[in-house]
């Protein structure tokens, strides 16, 4: 009986199809447990060897969970929607829903292959009008509330008009605009369009003017960290800043409760870290500074206010509306230069680039409100408009950014205290407080801050605030191929779309080309545009994470057309128990899931805030890249270890064309034209190519096709062999002449079970004590490693277990059988076949976990070292219950022991049980 592993696995794929082994119900006594994989974007380049690590460090645990007792969720969907989907076309010449479609169909024929444990009656792909209408809805929900910051949740914007017709806005301070202050009077006398204009500064999805990163070339807005060095990442297109119309997500209102949350999710410390980063969290102070010669005021937030005495300059965010308003005429033509300077420049270069100094005076001053000193007023790409009030006190005297900024532009320090500068360096360090005044003598920083806000609100020109680096999110995006906006404007007023009309469907076009002044391609249908006279569309498109932000609650009832999820299902499956991803969406994608959760559960749709309970992020597979070297102005190709005899350009080929480092150079003539008439120059009588490790990219022909390695090996020998290269979590390179040694792994199992010539072999003879404790080692180790995803050693250990049994000559079903059901989750067809040889008619995807019981694995006896006066002369085995002096008994007798004791009686006999014994002689 051979070991063929293909028809094997095609066999049970089908099978598994046709009885819907998969399929999970919602109704189910069993525990659950939601094991989720971030949702993977369909690119026409399909997947390569390193895509599926997460998809099956998952489907194992999922598994492992079935065997355990669980009803497990794990199902896939496609993040379908956005920018590399609509470019993607555009390239090719084709309409994304075609390409979107061609692409989830290699994806899903690619999974398909590896033999994933998916419910794929439960899919979703976010480009479908079944699933987006409640991407919709979930946006009206957001659109139609606001955060009441007594009750600490969102609400329904109605709760808000109802308090604003009794009270005025006097309890709520407005998080859009603080200034916007009005009476219950006032309020119902504004009229409808007044109204709704104020509700946009209160609404957690609203619009407002902004400036952001626009890309001609591709038609759309682009987020802070898609734009690299002033041009666009996908593409290198130029990027300008441009003040237009955009939908934002108020996340910043729930900055707090982000943070908090953290506490209760079992992430990983950096991956806590990078959240609260990007939040954020500062305490401090606003305070106002009068500008000279003039009515504006310059408001900045300080996280040390005890520090006012020190302010030499004020700085302001290049955009900042001030900046217009208080330039000196004589200032004006640099301030120019200067803020065209910044619009070729990205937010995050802006804050990366820590050593390059730029700047520019306005000629203005403010008054320092303490002692009347006059401050210059600059601006400065380090300082951004949407922090704080994006304007800063600078103090050279106790930041060093600061110091460095004012020797750069010679700005007078007038601020030295005691010892706050070292030689040439502001000492950040210290805490020192500024004591011009006197009345902070003797205080720490703590004390001399409350102080100092005390004052200032004493005097009127300041408040104690809390602030958060976080900015609101983003929402509108100038492309086609996304969600629309359910939304109409009535005479220029955005107005909800009735959700009985939902879902606005997206129109099918051709041209993809942005509107005339920057809106999305939609703004050109304007048969779509135009609903009734007076009464428009919204143009522009959500982004790509609209769609991902709850798709972990579809997958929980994805076929409800009523809501986007029942509530007997969120309430039965919860929170994601498990959820594994790259790091790359630590902060875009994690944050707004968690924004939508909490807001969804805020408004009672859902009975939990945190989405995920805990994340484990998979390391990359690097690519590992094969090199020629082809000699200057010739076609001629030298192998690596002669090439530093000539002058060569070093160039990627394709890995699939290398047995290790030898390149076949007949198939890298039918690879690309340009070989096509090389010739080489070998050493050995072979072509060695030089190695790379790097990024795995279809672009470095360092990308594997898994469908290669299925056809060749197997798809249970690439999945362990996947699990083998390295823990889970941390990043490793692709080698794929390692997978041999897995694929005689299993061939070597096999063999346990069968022979070629002889069929079955497994009988019913009863286990030795030496089988048992080989099972029951296995079963521990395989049970703790699988549930802590430590996947690399369980299959170490399988292979030690393997070995040993084969040594044994094992064919016993007692210890076959369990060892069969540990194997499942890594190697699922193998182990269903064999299930199946040895007589069993249920499937083994329904086997129960084997226990383990310490009795068989406890050792019985011990190896004692015998000293001879403490050095190691022999060995004694001896049962670890033996009574201390039958072992004397037996050591004094022995032949080693008595010659050297050469007929004397010993001193002492000193032994530890169950450690060494010493003859004293």
Not at 117 to 128: A, C, G, I, Q
Not at 495 to 506: G, Q, R
Request: hydrophobic share 35%.
């Amino acid at each position: 009986m051979e070991y063929n592993f293909r028809a094997i696995e095609k066999k049970w794929q089908q099978q598994w199809e046709q009885s819907h082994a998969y399929r999970v119900s919602n109704d189910s006594p069993k525990p659950k447990c939601y094991v989720l994989d971030m949702f993977p974007y369909p690119s026409g380049a399909g997947l390569h060897v390193g895509h599926p690590l997460g998809y099956i460090a998952t489907d194992i645990y999922s598994r492992y969970k079935r065997l355990k007792g669980f009803n497990v969720l794990h199902t896939m969907g496609y993040d379908a929607f956005g920018l590399p989907t609509e470019q993607y076309a555009l390239e090719t010449g084709q309409h994304p829903a075609v390409t979107t479609e061609q692409n989830i169909k290699t994806f899903r024929e690619q999974l398909d292959n590896i033999g994933f444990s998916y419910d794929w009656e439960r899919e979703v792909t976010t480009s479908d009008p079944s699933y987006y209408k409640w991407t919709q809805w979930i946006f009206l929900q957001i659109f139609e509330s606001w955060y009441n910051r007594s009750s600490q949740k969102a609400e329904p914007i109605t709760t808000l008009v109802a308090i604003f017709e009794k009270y005025g806005n006097a309890g709520h301070i407005c998080p859009g605009d603080r200034s916007i202050q009005f009476t219950a009077a006032q309020w119902n006398a504004y009229s409808e369009k007044e109204q709704r204009e104020v509700l946009m500064q209160y609404r957690l999805a609203y619009l407002a003017h902004a400036e952001v990163n626009w890309c001609a070339a591709l038609g759309t807005v682009l987020a802070n960290d898609e734009v690299i060095n002033g041009v666009s990442e996908r593409g290198g297109f130029p990027v300008v800043k441009k003040k237009m119309s955009q939908w934002f997500l108020r996340i910043t209102e729930y900055a707090n409760r982000l943070l908090s949350g953290l506490e209760t999710v079992a992430f990983s410390d950096a991956m806590k870290e990078m959240q609260r980063n990007w939040i954020g969290k500062s305490q401090g102070a606003e305070i106002s500074f009068a500008v000279k010669n003039s009515a504006e005021k310059v408001e900045v937030y300080t996280t040390r206010p005890d520090t006012i005495f020190g302010v030499d300059f004020i700085v302001l965010a290049p955009e900042h509306e001030l900046v217009a308003k208080i330039t000196t005429p004589e200032q004006q033509g640099e301030i120019d230069k200067y803020l065209e300077y910044v619009q070729s420049r990205s937010e995050r270069e802006r804050m990366a680039d820590v050593k390059q100094i730029t700047g520019c005076f306005t000629g203005a001053y403010t008054i320092n409100p303490f002692d009347g000193r006059e401050i210059p007023v600059w601006i400065a790409e380090y300082v951004l408009a949407g922090y704080g009030t994006g304007a800063i006190m600078a103090v050279p005297c106790g930041d060093q950014r600061d110091f460095g900024f004012a020797r750069h532009f010679n700005i007078p320090i007038t601020n030295i205290i005691g010892d706050a500068f070292n030689g040439q360096e502001a000492n950040s360090t210290k805490d020192a407080k500024l004591q011009n005044s006197g009345f902070l003598d003797g205080m720490d920083m703590k004390a001399a801050m409350d102080v100092v806000i005390s004052k200032l609100e004493e005097m009127g020109i300041g408040k104690r605030q809390i602030n958060y680096k976080m900015r609101d999110a983003g929402f509108s995006r100038q492309r086609y191929w996304g969600e629309p906006f359910p939304i109409v404007y009535k005479d220029g007023v955005p107005y909800a779309m009735d959700e009985k009309d939902l879902p606005l469907e997206l129109p099918h076009v051709e041209n993809y080309k942005p509107g005339e002044e920057g809106e999305g391609p939609l703004a050109n249908i304007t048969d779509w545009v135009n609903v009734a006279p007076g009464v428009k569309r919204e143009t522009n498109t959500m982004p790509g994470y609209a769609g991902s932000s709850w798709y972990f609650l579809r997958y929980m009832d994805p076929h409800n057309s009523h809501t986007f999820a029942d509530r007997n299902a969120t309430d039965y499956w919860n929170q994601v128990d498990v959820y594994v991803g790259g790091t790359e969406h630590a902060v875009g994608h994690l944050l707004y899931s968690r924004l939508w959760t909490k807001v969804l559960f805020d408004l009672g749709h859902i009975g939990f805030d945190e989405p995920f309970k805990s994340l484990i992020n998979q390391g990359m597979i690097g690519g590992s890249s094969r090199l020629v070297y082809r000699i200057r102005g010739t076609n001629q190709y030298v192998s690596h270890g002669l090439k530093d005899q000539y002058e060569t350009d070093e160039l990627h080929v394709d890995v699939n064309i290398v047995d290790g480092l030898e390149l076949d150079t007949e198939a890298i003539k039918k690879w690309k034209p340009d070989f096509a008439d090389a010739t080489f120059i070998l050493e050995d009588g072979k072509y060695i190519c030089g190695v790379q490790l790097e990024k795995m990219s279809k672009r470095l022909f360092n990308t594997v096709n898994p469908n290669d390695l299925v056809e060749k090996y197997g798809a249970d020998t690439f999945r362990m062999y996947e699990m083998f290269l390295g823990p889970v979590e941390q990043s490793k390179p692709w080698d794929t002449k390692g997978i041999e040694g897995v694929h005689r792994f299993l061939k070597k199992l096999w063999r346990l079970f069968a022979d070629e010539q002889k069929g079955i072999l497994v009988n019913e003879q009863p286990a030795t004590p030496e089988e048992l404790k080989i099972l029951h080692k296995t079963i521990q180790k395989i049970d703790h490693d699988t549930s802590s995803f430590s996947y690399n050693t369980a299959v170490s250990q399988f292979m030690i277990c393997v070995n040993e049994l084969a040594t044994l000559r094992c064919h016993k079903r007692s210890i076959l059988e369990p060892l069969l059901i540990l194997l499942t989750p890594y190697a699922p067809h193998l182990c269903e076949e064999l299930w199946q040889y040895i007589g069993h008619n249920e499937s083994i995807l329904n086997a129960p976990f084997p226990v383990y019981e310490e009795k068989y694995t406890k050792e019985s006896a011990f190896n004692y070292p015998i000293a001879i006066n403490g050095k190691t002369r022999s060995e004694m085995g001896f049962s670890l219950d033996a009574a201390i002096p039958d072992i004397e008994k037996e050591v004094l007798a022995s032949e080693v022991v008595q010659k050297w004791l050469e007929g004397k009686a010993p001193k002492k006999v000193i032994i530890v049980k169950g450690k060494m014994i010493n003859v004293v002689i």
